[in-house]
């Protein structure tokens, strides 16, 4: 079954540090996989896909094929930065269905 | 911003009475997603349109049914509502250019309460 893990309920760090969020799937083609970002309240908003290979505010993901990771990461959080981000990985069924992880909480302290 | 709209935005009722939510969306994309929103779950896949009239389950559908007669709009009813399904709701819509999956974009949410 495909599925998209995220370890971290949590993740809190200090501004100015690196951070990485993490995000396992289960699939054994190519996946297609995105970030989404939802801050206090708001919409989910579309983050980055891996296949545009861009960096948004700062944040890249790489997609390891060989680990079936696709995390995501900063150099230098901000305090804005402070979200719920979650990863998701189309459905390759002929659903066109997203599959969520169920989400980290990124909270970057002054 | 996807022209998408949820509504209503806020809604607060009893167990067992009925419950519409509506998406409607400017897009004229082809899919229509209703999801909720729970901590610890993230988000969970109701119900799912792929054209007019053309609905599937998703991963939590018992207790909801789903209808779209246009394109724009996609409707999420709770026959009975009951206070496990108190959560927050999000529509989502997207499109296939036929080479590649198009992002879901999101409406705003519906915080549904039920009491």
């Known amino acids: 079954a495909q599925r998209v893990t995220q370890p971290e309920k949590l993740l809190s760090v200090f501004k100015g540090a690196p951070v990485e969020l993490k995000c396992n799937y289960s699939?054994?083609?190519?996946?297609?996989l995105f970030w989404y970002v939802q801050y206090s309240r708001q919409r989910l908003q579309l983050l980055l896909r891996?296949?545009s290979r861009e960096s948004i505010k700062g944040f890249t993901a790489d997609l390891n094929k060989g680990e079936t990771s696709f995390h995501l990461k900063k150099p230098f959080a901000q305090e804005e930065d402070s979200a719920m981000y979650y990863c998701?990985?189309?459905?390759?069924?002929?659903?066109?269905?997203?599959?969520f992880g169920s989400g980290t909480r990124l909270l970057v302290r002054p | 911003d996807a022209g998408i709209t949820q509504s209503p935005r806020h809604k607060v009722t009893e167990t067992g009475t009925p419950v519409t939510l509506r998406c409607h969306q400017t897009?004229?994309?082809?899919?229509m997603y209703w999801y909720r929103q729970d901590p610890g779950h993230g988000l969970r896949l109701i119900h799912y349109?792929?054209?007019?009239?053309?609905?599937d389950k998703g991963e939590v559908s018992d207790g909801y049914s789903v209808s779209r007669s246009k394109t724009e709009d996609f409707l999420l009813t709770l026959e009975s509502a009951t206070s496990s399904q108190t959560s927050v709701y999000f529509c989502?819509?997207?499109?296939?250019?036929?080479?590649?999956?198009?992002?879901?974009?999101f409406g705003d949410g519906t915080r549904l309460s039920i009491l």
């Open positions: 989502a819509i997207s499109e296939t250019d036929g080479f590649s999956n198009q992002p879901q974009h």
């Open positions: 699939y054994s083609g190519s996946p297609e």
């Open positions: 891996h296949i």
């Open positions: 998701a990985l189309w459905s390759m069924d002929s659903s066109y269905k997203l599959i």
């Open positions: 897009e004229n994309h082809r899919y």
């Open positions: 349109s792929y054209g007019v009239k053309d609905t």
